[in-house]
């Protein structure tokens, strides 16, 4: 259990375990012979990714930014990327009950980030926080809509659509606070409405930056996945972050590094991106 304050917030990592993906895949265009030296991948090219959530204790609000991928994957997916499930049991080690978390915060819709939004009761898909306000962009459940070929896996509107019929997710155009102190910011590359989870207490910032940053093993300006929808715009969507959070030193949150939750970056005296790890 990974937990940390940012001023008068606590902020806590929680894992809905760990999947796996194609190594290839993972980091795109970079070649095996420089990812492998960061990442090992198994006999099938398999690298271990991480399921990462943050509770995130305001004093008033209980917030949760990520679901996982939760226990509804169709048992084609089950296959392919496993479904560990541990979200809920981890939560609970944290002391969080689903009946606890005031908001839940997605930073865009595919499945492995909103899948414990929901959950199956019998035959019936219920909110797995019932008292929680849920948020999401706008642009993301309108993309998912379409089914197009090129990503139609990666949405699956039972994480979502029930929760918007009855009005318990809202959809989220462009940047939010959504309390004091915590914001959405969007950083288009992975999608072109994925957005950022910006905590901010008495000059303390923590960032949740989500697949714009998958891992630590990402943070070099090139270094994207296959899956990033445009390429070009996480460069520039990276180069934003950091005129950012490098001089203002804030703690970047990481959502599918299987090992480092959070870091502060820094360039070393070679310009070099390095992550330094926080407690």
């Known amino acids: 259990m990974h937990r940390l304050t940012i001023s008068d917030f606590e902020i806590t ?10 190594g290839g895949a993972f980091f795109g265009v970079i070649p095996k012979v420089m990812w492998g030296k960061k990442v090992k991948a198994d006999a099938e090219n398999y690298v271990p990714v ?15 930014i990520e679901t996982g991928i939760g226990n509804k994957l169709p048992e084609r997916l089950i296959k392919i990327f496993g479904q560990p499930a541990k979200l809920l049991d981890n939560l609970a080690v944290a002391g969080v009950s689903p009946d606890d978390v005031d908001i839940v915060i997605n930073t865009h819709l595919h499945f492995d ?7 199956l009761q019998g035959d019936r898909v219920v909110p797995t926080f019932p008292k929680a306000k849920y948020y999401a962009p706008e642009g993301e459940w309108q993309h998912g809509r379409l089914q197009l070929e090129r990503d139609a896996i990666s949405y699956m509107s039972d994480n979502y659509d029930p929760l918007i019929k009855t009005g318990q997710m809202e959809l989220l155009q462009g940047d939010r606070e ?3 102190g915590v914001s959405v910011q969007v950083f288009p590359g992975h999608t072109q409405t994925m957005q950022a989870v910006i905590i901010k207490s008495r000059g303390q910032t923590a960032c949740y930056i989500s697949d714009l940053i ?3 093993a990402h943070i070099d300006l090139t270094w994207g996945m296959a899956f990033d929808l445009f390429p070009l715009l996480t460069i520039e969507s990276r180069k934003r972050y950091y005129a950012q959070s490098i001089p203002e030193k804030w703690l970047t949150m990481f959502t599918h590094d299987p090992n480092i939750p959070w870091a502060y970056l820094e360039k070393d005296e070679r310009g070099k991106m390095v992550a330094r790890t926080a407690p």
């Open 178 to 180: 959504i309390v004091p």
């Open 113 to 119: 980030h909103c899948g414990w939004n929901t959950m």
């Open 214 to 216: 998958p891992t630590s």
């Open 13 to 22: 990592a929680v894992s809905d375990g760990i999947y796996r993906l194609d």
């Open 50 to 64: 991480g399921l990462n959530s943050v509770v995130v204790r305001t004093g008033q609000q209980t917030i949760l």
